[in-house]
């Protein structure tokens, strides 16, 4: 049985690494990209390229995109020459970004009225997980919408999971993140109140991980304010923008969360200072010289 065509928009470190494993599992793809260079390394490898989202459906079974914002898929999606002025009936969307529900599901609805799926997929893991097919999906859609994708999504993913109707993937990656980012925030400044009070940071560190704090999040944030190791790649930017996100779904969902409000104002601090493009750990560094 023949391999559906691929449509790829977006060729960062996570979908470039996943194109690359397409390309090596035998899919031959489409891609697109600001990024030329990102281009060319798939175009060498095989792949055709595109001038426009509208090119690009008009080649594709299953158009992918693993872009950075919800404002940005919007627009791929409803420029004059976007994929919604391309995409072939029987076809399937899947965003692997992280996007606001409420938008995605927009998106689904418009799509279904051109008789086109959509999945909301967003990821686990890291670009070396993508490159290898090792991934974390939480896709969520139409259950035969899932089915006509699985298979392609098993070859980019070590564990799939489908979590309910369109939108339940994002809805579940912002709540994941909110846990993390806040987590990260919380250590990270328990680290540097620790400084300010004469406590050595690694007898922190090796007495609250003897207890329930412990955590992965918890090692990343010593490793930076400990051992000026930046080891999680994640960036404050990128942290930023999800619990805005966050934000905005518990604002839709009629809810408020202080706690992410809290970190918000916090990353964004960090983010106005100039510290977006470190990883999230090291806002540390912020809250070392952050001042009453």
Known sequence: MSKPTIGFIGLGLMGGNMVENLQNKGYELTV?????????????????????????????DIVMLCLTTSAIVESVMYAEDGIMAGVKEGAVVVDFG????????????????KGVGMIDAPLGRTPAHAKDGLLNIMASGDKDTFEKVKSVLEDQG????????????????????FMGMTTVCAMS??????????????????????????????????????????DLGFSIANANKDLGYFLK????????????????????????????????PEIFDYFLTLNK
């Open 32 to 60: 697109m990209d600001l990024n030329a260079d990102a281009v060319k390394a798939c175009v060498d490898r095989g792949a055709k390229s595109a001038s426009s989202g509208k090119e690009l459906a008009e080649n594709a």
């Open 98 to 113: 992280t996007s606001i529900p409420a938008s995605t599901r927009k998106i689904g609805a418009d799509l279904a009225a």
């Open 158 to 177: 070590e564990n799939v999971f489908h979590l309910g109707e369109l939108g339940a993937g994002h809805t579940t990656k912002l709540i994941n993140n």
């Open 189 to 230: 400044q328990a680290f540097a109140v620790a400084d300010r009070a004469g406590v050595d940071r690694q007898q922190l560190f090796d007495i609250m991980s003897t207890g329930p704090s412990s955590s992965p999040f918890m090692q990343f944030c010593k490793n930076y304010a400990v051992d000026n190791v930046s």
């Open 249 to 280: 779904m518990v604002e839709d969902l009629g809810t408020e969360s202080k706690i992410a409000e809290g970190s918000s104002a916090n990353l964004q601090a960090a983010f106005d200072a100039g510290m977006g493009n470190g990883n999230v």
